[in-house]
């Protein structure tokens, strides 16, 4: 299975991706965004481990993003430390092109996104995850400049 949209009753409850859709819904501001102001990294740290942030950068069309932050469980996950390069690197193009516009989506919608997916690199294509895509705006509420990304396997738990 490459990659299926699901909607986030799909996830258990006790998935790393459920636990930052709570995080998020309870940390958006009134006008529903959530903003580089509302995130805490403390109140979130059994997550960072599964967290990647990705940055919009400046004046690209089409838009792109470079990984500012790779937990440590996605960089095994993966067996690439993301971190510094363009989303895209290191990926196959049908797969890079899929999270583009997933992104593109959930920037214009300014709402979340999740899926269900194999990991699209050689080797790894037996793993299954669940990812959460998360809108950020760090400075203008108006402006979605950060996604947030939480990857994990479909059995992993908090618990």
Known sequence: MPFKTVH??????D?????????????KSAQGVFTGVGFDPLLVGDLLPWLLILDAVPHTNPSQYRYRFV????SDLFGIDYTGKLLGDDLPKVAADKRREEFHAVVETRTPAFSLASIPLS????MQVYRGVFPLAKKDENVIDQLHVIIAPVGESLD
């Open 71 to 74: 937990g440590p469980k996605c």
């Open 15 to 27: 998935h790393p991706v459920k636990a930052y859709q709570r995080h998020f819904d309870e940390h």
């Open 123 to 126: 080797g790894k294509e037996h």
């Open 8 to 13: 986030a009753t799909e996830i258990p409850e």
